[in-house]
């Protein structure tokens, strides 16, 4: 009857009373963890912007060093090159110093044989 009825009614909102309570700290508990991991995902995005701007300047002066090392060695492949080509003209110069002088040699000896 009515005091049966408002005991149940009593019940009832002491339910919602503590159903309502549960939902609002689980609504703290979800803005919470969504602030965690809101904060945790700005981390790791900074983080990773960081190791690539690391990545970059690492790669930047890898490129540098490559180019002034393939610089060295242009130049020094030039310069064997040149000392190269110097000494097969200094070859050349001194071969035709001595077929002149084989030369010059028959011809004196040729001239001791008539002579």
């Known amino acids: ?61 890898y490129r540098q060093q490559t180019e002034t090392l393939i610089a060295e060695q242009g130049r020094e492949i030039t310069g064997l090159r040149q000392l190269l080509e110097t000494a097969r003209v200094e070859e050349d110069k001194l071969l035709g110093v001595i077929s002149a002088n084989d030369g010059r040699a028959k011809e004196l000896e040729g001239n001791i044989l008539k002579g």
Do not use: F, P
């Open 1 to 61: 009857t009515r005091e049966e009825y408002d005991r149940q009614q009593g019940q009832l909102v002491e339910q919602v009373t503590v159903l309502k309570g549960l939902c609002e700290s689980a609504l703290q508990d979800k803005h919470r963890v969504t602030d965690e991991a809101q904060k945790a995902k700005i981390n790791l995005l900074q983080l990773i912007e960081k190791e690539r701007e690391e990545k970059s300047q690492v790669m930047a002066e």
